[in-house]
């Protein structure tokens, strides 16, 4: 039923889901080892293999994904399959990878990047934060020749966004009034991949002119769901999103029932985790 939805949010005039599905975990970015990714990789082949976790995420309300839909067929595989099983559309937000090169090749180049990001469904497209911060100069405030891009991306009938893992990206567009919709942003508790400290990052995002989409809030596993959800929906605002990535549809079903509990400010009821003796008193009720 539409009260039992995710919450949701407005991105220029578009309604994403506050939760956001994330790819690190279907596409083989563990942030941890090759081993685990390895591991992700064999578990995520094709896009029938991705549908239960998809699933859990849609029959919840959760229907914006992002990653590099146009650079990995995994993806492009799992978003069209689920919408054909769920006969529902996603929300795809591309972040490709392209040359800004201040030349004509590099720039017909990036077009054509730009195009196929459209070709592959998405509906927004940020550029990489690879490729974003060649364009940043400190010194100036600036992020130069950004709006020969978004310029394109408009074009292509996208919304435009950007990557800033470096978090003077959302100062510059600010302060700069650039034609960018929203911004992704590291965000977690322990400070993983974080440029300056949390603190300063919690500021600059509640500062923002625009809608934030918070990645990592589980730092890549270093932390629990629990712990890494709440911290996140709870400093942030009603208006930006968190990024989740996850292995299979449980761990989906429970992290949308952990970021729910935090936004209504209960306790998640999910089941305890396992013990060689649940009968201890730490457990409560004596492990009944």
Sequence with gaps: MEQDLFPRTMVAGKSLSRMIIGTNWMLG???RSPAADHQIKNRFQDGPSAWPM???????????????????????????????????????????IMNVDDNPTARMEAREVIRRSKAAGADFCFLHHSTVEQLVN???????????YTQMIREEGMIPGLSAHMPEII???????????????????????????IETVAQIIHNAKKPVMTIKPMAAGRTTPFVGLNFVYN??????????????????????EIARAAIERRLPEIGKRSSPNLKQDAFGNKGE
Aim: with cysteine; net charge negative; aromatic share 10%.
């Design 29 to 31: 970015w563990s942030h």
């Design 54 to 96: 998809l699933k859990a995420f849609l029959d919840n309300g959760v229907d914006t994904i992002m990653g590099m839909m146009q650079q990995e067929r995994v993806m492009q595989e799992a978003v069209r399959y689920a919408e054909e099983k769920s006969g529902k559309k996603m929300i795809v937000i591309d972040t490709p």
């Design 138 to 148: 400190k010194n100036k405030h600036e992020i130069v020749r950004l709006g020969d």
């Design 171 to 197: 100062l510059y567009c600010d302060e700069n009034n650039y034609d960018v919709e929203t911004y992704i942003q590291i965000y977690n508790c322990m400070g993983f991949l974080m440029q300056v400290e």
């Design 235 to 256: 400093t942030i605002r009603d208006t930006d999103m968190v990024t989740v990535g996850c292995f299979n549809d449980e761990e989906a079903y429970e992290d949308i």
